[in-house]
């Protein structure tokens, strides 16, 4: 069982938005960094948003990251087929002295 | 740019001691706030974080796996090396390693990742 929780899965049509939910506690994510993750089907892990809502180089302006409390929330706007992935959330755990991951979610473009 | 690689085994029996090498390039684990983790994910399952070793030496494990794990750096290889004792069934996973910065406080840049399978 992960630390962090997220939906197991999420769907939408192409061109539509979805959010991705990351729920943890004040050890990790109420007080710590969420990074999240695009990890397509049968590749390594690729960092989507770090230090809650900024984007690496060549991440496109489509995903969007937001922390509030104990929560963190992805955001993906005009979806494409290509999004199709799972997608994890991730943060430090300073009672654990540990890095967390959440289940991972696995989104569906319709 | 960075590049990192994992390689090691592709199998190895119960109870045997695994080891892997993380070969990297585009960055030096010499430069302050400069790191490597180790990643794993059993198949169909998701991301368990394992270790973490900084420029400075600093060390982190898993605490449900600290006793049986071992990170090193070679710097002047460009190396990181993870050792797992008393491997399992279950400690079938592909395993990646991946860059860290503390000031960001995330993975940047990971690896391929390597299969490992644990059999008899």
């Known amino acids: 069982q992960s630390v962090l929780t997220q939906p197991p899965s999420v769907s939408a049509a192409p061109g539509q938005k979805v959010t991705i939910s990351c729920s943890g506690s004040s050890s990790n994510i109420g007080n710590n960094y969420v990074s999240w993750f695009q990890q397509l089907p049968g590749t390594a892990p690729k960092l989507l948003i770090y230090?809650?809502?900024k984007r690496p180089s060549g991440i496109p302006d489509r995903f969007s990251g937001s922390k509030s409390g104990t929560s963190a929330t992805l955001g993906i706007t005009g979806l494409q087929t290509g999004d199709e992935a799972d997608y994890y959330c991730?943060?430090?755990?300073?009672?654990?002295?540990?890095?967390?991951f959440g289940g991972g979610t696995k989104l569906t473009v319709l | 740019q960075i590049t990192l690689k994992e390689s090691g085994p592709t199998l190895v029996k119960p109870t045997q001691t695994l080891t892997l090498t993380c070969s990297f390039s585009?960055?030096?684990?010499?430069?302050?706030?400069?790191?490597v983790g180790w990643i794993r994910q059993p198949p169909g399952k998701a991301l368990e974080w394992l270790a973490l070793i900084y420029w400075d030496d600093d060390k982190r494990y898993s605490p449900s796996l600290k006793s049986r794990l071992t990170i090193t750096k070679d710097t002047s290889k460009n190396q990181v090396v993870l050792t797992m004792a008393n491997m399992d069934p279950v400690d079938t996973a592909t395993y990646y390693c991946?860059?860290?910065?503390?000031?960001?406080?995330?993975?940047?840049?990971w690896g391929q990742g390597t299969l490992v399978t644990v059999s008899s």
């Open positions: 585009g960055f030096s684990l010499s430069t302050s706030g400069v790191g």
């Open positions: 991946a860059h860290r910065v503390s000031t960001a406080v995330t993975f940047d840049y």
């Open positions: 991730g943060t430090w755990d300073s009672s654990l002295s540990a890095e967390v």
């Open positions: 230090e809650n809502n």
